[in-house]
């Protein structure tokens, strides 16, 4: 059998080692933690820095094909590991989605919507930003945010410099705050062979800018359901993505989609196709980045996903049979071994006969966890 390569170790990288396993694949991991909720799951797990460009080309040498679940990985990295073995998505997709302007700005070349959005690289830069967007902006680092960490908002009665402070005073996006009705994201694979397919749209619902609800098949009108895909299959061509990408959308007052930012790779958004669907997006990424036949994305039946975060492990471990006196509840959970506030530790989802119905079970079995145990 082949063997998957996966730069990076979390729960991204589990799911889709879990994926390969039960196809048969053999899976190495590689990041600079042991013990790695993906380690735990692999047949090897390679403990290295990912700008130790020897241990690289030593992973890359054992498999067949190079992916990754971190997208925080150097160009020239994935440029070493392209020397040995087919890196999916190519590294020219990383590279571009890890800079929130370089992102924004090939969006915008390929004539697709976002946010209005300023570069900015300095104090003097964001005051003339400003002052061509308009207040309410959000200032967010280039680089290496995740789950809103490196964002600032700023208002009329903020001072922009303290924004600029704390976001870290390096290159940096200012963009408009759009006035959103709603999130969305759609995710989507694509094969070597230009083969696409994706999983509808799944409405998103964030707490404290982290995601903490996400749940399939949102009800837009027909029109706004094609101009979603239409965007998703458009950045799959255009960036000739083989693997799995993650659109995060804002559907505005107005009704238009405007794309937020890309994940090239699967998404917390579509940890609920493992239930929804036939073929999970962990086993398209599998499909994808081996050059198999992509899947059926097929939704079974109206689906939710509830993340649970470090901090409900506040007053000690979760009640799990709480949650899962539904039996429409299924629960997963990384191998974290410590749970930090705002931490993403496992996620829940339920499938219902309706999507409110899934979103009230899921939410009810993730309150129960808290409930005070009769021992
Ligand atoms: P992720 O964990 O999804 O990678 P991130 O740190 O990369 O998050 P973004 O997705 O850019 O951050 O922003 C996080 C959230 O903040 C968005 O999902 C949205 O709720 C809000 N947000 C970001 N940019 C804007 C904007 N321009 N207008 C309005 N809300 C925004
Ligand atoms: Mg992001
Ligand atoms: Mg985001």
Request: negative net charge; hydrophobic residues 45%; charged residues 25%.
């Amino acid at each position: 059998g082949a063997t998957i390569g996966i730069l990076g170790s979390g729960q991204l990288g589990r799911m889709l080692a879990q994926s390969a396993r039960r196809m048969g694949y053999r899976v190495h991991t590689l990041s600079p933690a042991a013990d790695s909720p993906t380690g735990q799951i692999a047949d090897r797990e390679v403990v290295a820095a990912y700008d130790d460009l020897e241990a690289i080309a030593r992973f890359a040498r054992d498999v067949d094909v190079v992916t990754f679940e971190f997208e925080n990985i150097a160009a020239e990295s994935a440029a070493v590991a392209a020397r040995h073995v087919p890196v999916r998505p190519k590294g020219d997709v990383l590279h571009l989605t890890q800079n929130r302007y370089r992102e924004k700005h090939a969006l915008t070349a390929a004539g697709l919507p976002t946010a209005r959005y300023e570069a900015v690289d300095s104090l003097e830069q964001l005051h003339d930003a400003i002052a061509r967007l308009g207040m309410p902006c959000i200032l967010k680092t280039a680089g290496f945010g995740y789950d809103g960490k490196g964002q600032a908002r700023i208002t009329a009665d903020s001072d922009p410099a303290d924004a600029w402070q704390a976001i870290g005073a390096g290159a940096a996006i200012l963009e408009a705050v759009v006035d959103f009705e709603a999130e969305l994201s759609v995710v989507a694979a694509r094969g070597p062979d230009g083969a696409q397919v994706d999983f509808g749209l799944i409405e998103n619902r964030h707490v404290d800018h982290i995601l903490d609800v996400s749940i399939a098949d949102m009800p837009l009108t027909p029109g706004q359901t094609a101009r979603a895909r239409e965007i998703a299959a458009t950045v799959m061509r255009e960036f000739d993505v083989v693997g799995v990408l993650c659109i995060e959308m804002f559907l505005t007052r107005d009704g238009e989609l405007l794309i937020n930012e890309l994940a090239p790779r699967p998404h917390n958004s579509g940890h609920l196709t493992i239930e929804a669907c036939a073929s999970s997006q962990f086993d398209q990424q599998l499909r994808a980045v081996c050059g198999l036949p992509l899947g059926d994305t097929t939704r079974h039946a109206p689906t939710a996903m509830a993340n649970l975060l470090g901090d409900l492990w506040n007053g000690g471990e979760p009640d799990w049979a709480a949650a899962l006196a539904d039996p429409a509840v299924n629960l997963h959970l990384y191998g974290k071994a410590e749970a930090r506030p705002g931490r993403k530790m496992g996620h829940l989802t339920a499938s219902a006969a309706s999507r409110d119905e899934a979103v009230r079970r899921v939410t009810q079995a993730r309150s129960a966890l808290l409930r005070p145990r009769n021992t």
